[in-house]
């Protein structure tokens, strides 16, 4: 199946400061990426979804300033959390759907974890 | 209100066992109805994908149902392993629309 890789798999970080996530498709180009929130034993929450070349699509309730999303190409997309803060701390996760070769499938990445001191 | 409902919450069953998970749904129309395995402090995992036309797809040692009359699906895991330790997640696709319901997961613990 298709791969998907996150970089950093953790990251802890002063609050005020900025941290970015990378979400790259290894053997397919996604059209669409979608980044998620999870906190504990919660389920995933759509935070925005980018279409490369793109502005992306946030959520109702989630700050289009604060997350910052770029997908420059069709194998990477960014998330960037600006001025972090302690409430900010959670499991972030990128998906990629390949423009409907495989259907409308998403495919997961293994997560970030973001730890906000 | 969730759209995908998952129960039990958790469980606990012995290596060896089988166990079922539910998944009870109301999205509609939808495109398929998956289930994801997630490991703790990683991503999902796609362990079946079902179309509104079939009832069951297995996968190894899991087997999954669909009802789509009652819009019901469970997942059964045979002679469980140490390894299935997990959360199981139901997660069901319009068919109207590229945003996937999840459900809030049913967390499985195997013990020896």
């Known amino acids: 199946g298709a791969v998907v890789s996150q970089h950093p798999s953790w990251v802890i970080c002063k609050s005020g400061t900025s941290v970015k996530i990378e979400c790259r498709s290894l053997d397919f180009q996604a059209t669409t990426m979608f980044w998620y929130r999870q906190f504990p034993k919660q389920s995933l929450m759509l935070m925005a979804t980018s279409n490369e070349g793109s502005k992306a699509t946030y959520e109702q309730g989630v700050e289009k300033d604060k997350f910052l999303i770029n997908h420059a190409s069709l194998t990477l997309s960014t998330l960037t959390v600006t001025s972090a803060h302690p409430e900010d701390s959670s499991f972030y996760i990128c998906?990629?759907?390949?423009?409907?070769?495989?259907?409308?499938?998403?495919?997961f990445g293994p997560g970030t974890r973001l730890t906000v001191l | 209100k969730n759209q995908v409902e998952q129960s039990p919450q958790s469980l606990i069953i012995l290596e060896g066992k089988n166990c079922t998970l539910q998944?009870?749904?109301?999205?509609?129309?939808?495109?398929?109805l998956r289930w994801y395995k997630q490991d703790t402090g990683r991503g999902p995992v796609s362990l079946t994908i079902?179309?509104?036309?079939?009832n069951t797809k297995s996968n190894g040692r899991y087997t999954a149902t669909l009802d789509a009359d009652t819009k019901q699906s469970s997942l059964h895991i045979t002679a469980s392993q140490l390894s299935d330790s997990a959360s199981y997640i139901c997660?069901?696709?319009?068919?109207?629309?590229?945003?996937?319901?999840f459900g809030a997961g049913t967390t499985v613990t195997v013990r020896a």
């Open positions: 998906s990629a759907r390949d423009g409907g070769v495989s259907g409308d499938e998403q495919f």
């Open positions: 997660v069901v696709s319009p068919s109207n629309d590229y945003k996937l319901s």
């Open positions: 079902m179309t509104f036309s079939e």
């Open positions: 998944c009870n749904y109301t999205v509609s129309p939808f495109s398929n």
